[in-house]
């Protein structure tokens, strides 16, 4: 099935058309969502929200760019907002999560006393990355993310996001440099401590 | 014997961390870079920390898709399509919906509005309608008290 088919194919619905939609791009839609929520539940909810959008919406969809990068503008959006309203439930999720890892905390205190520093490590490690990259402006992370993890070229990325070719470049670079210095920031007292 | 110190500054290394995780530093850059780390114990271990970046970012690549994504997803598209077909005329219900909501806000504010007006022109104290007086007497049922108090007032 090519593009066209496909698209006049979800136009009136057909069945092939859907199947063949999500059998296609479930895989880079999941990832790119994952890749932004670090989360796979929500971003298997996310998808599910992706196709169903763009079964509703392809009428709207005006051909100026291919089908893949509309799909994964969609996609990238839907992701956004998805951090948008975490991050405004944030205050309540935080007391949550804080009170979960205190339970948590003291389960693992009484029933596993000797988890290994390793792994904490690796936690810990994690989370500063994930913390680092979330804190990125958001046209550096979506630049960043879709260079570094989905490895798309500079072209498809500048397609996705409307921009020129030489901004995202410079969006990618700044996201490097800022990244670079929050995560030296963070290895060094790390090497001091080690010291 | 101990090493010659390399004159490579740390933040030369510490702004090419990326660049070298990546192998875009150039023959000299990268001699100075690996040279440096040579001789300093916390940007060598910063390095060695970075390229942890690399293989956390690999981890997360590596993530697998549940198989029951795209049953999941196939029949959730196909539940949504069947309510939308099964709720007709949905565009006229959005239309009709608030059209009937602001009706009956209007139609209860204008009722509010008559029974104001009903109580305001039967109760009203302009002096030139006695008649109402009465009629809020009878209403009120305090008539009578008022002529027993009245008599009770002339008695004393």
Redesign the interface.
């Known amino acids: 099935m090519n593009e066209q088919e496909l698209v006049d194919g979800l136009i009136i619905q057909t069945k092939d058309a859907i199947q063949y939609l999500v059998n296609t791009y479930q895989k880079n839609v999941i990832k790119t969502a994952y890749y932004f929520v670090s989360n796979m539940e929500d971003a298997e909810d996310i998808s599910q929200e992706v196709f169903l959008e763009i079964i509703h919406s392809i009428k709207r969809y005006s051909k100026q760019s291919s089908l893949y990068t509309w799909i994964y503008r969609i996609t990238v959006n839907r992701s956004l907002d998805h951090l948008r309203k975490q991050k405004r439930r944030n205050f309540l999720y935080q007391i949550g999560t804080f009170m979960q890892i205190s339970n948590e905390g003291r389960n693992k205190n009484l029933q596993e006393p000797s988890t290994t520093d390793t792994g904490n490590e690796e936690n810990e490690k994690r989370a500063v990355i994930e913390n680092a990259i979330g804190s990125l402006p958001e046209n550096q992370r979506i630049a960043f993310i879709l260079s570094k993890y989905d490895e798309l070229a500079y072209k498809e990325i500048a397609d996705i996001m409307n921009l020129s070719l030489s901004s995202v470049e410079s969006l990618i670079h700044r996201a490097k440099i800022n990244l670079q210095h929050k995560l030296v920031i963070y290895f060094s007292e790390y090497a001091k401590a080690k010291k | 014997m101990q090493k010659p110190k390399s004159n490579t500054d740390c933040s030369f290394v510490?702004?090419n961390?990326?660049n070298h995780q990546e192998k875009l530093l150039s023959g000299n850059d990268l001699k100075e870079f690996e040279d440096h780390l040579l001789h300093c114990?916390?940007c060598s271990?910063?390095v060695s920390?970075?390229q942890?970046?690399a293989s956390?970012?690999d981890h997360?690549?590596s993530?697998e898709?549940?198989d029951f994504?795209?049953t999941?997803?196939?029949q959730?598209?196909a539940s949504?399509?069947d309510r939308v077909r099964n709720t007709p005329g949905r565009g006229l219900q959005r239309i009709l919906q608030p059209v009937m909501i602001s009706f009956l806000f209007l139609a209860a504010v204008l009722i509010g509005l008559s029974i104001g007006k009903r109580f305001d022109s039967k109760y009203s104290l302009n002096p030139t309608h006695v008649n109402n007086i009465e009629a809020m007497k009878s209403d009120l049922f305090i008539k009578d008290f008022m002529d027993e108090d009245q008599t009770a007032f002339n008695n004393h």
């Open positions: 510490r702004n961390l990326f114990r916390e271990l910063i920390d970075f942890s970046v956390l970012i997360k690549k993530a898709v549940n994504f795209q999941r997803t196939l959730r598209i949504d399509l």
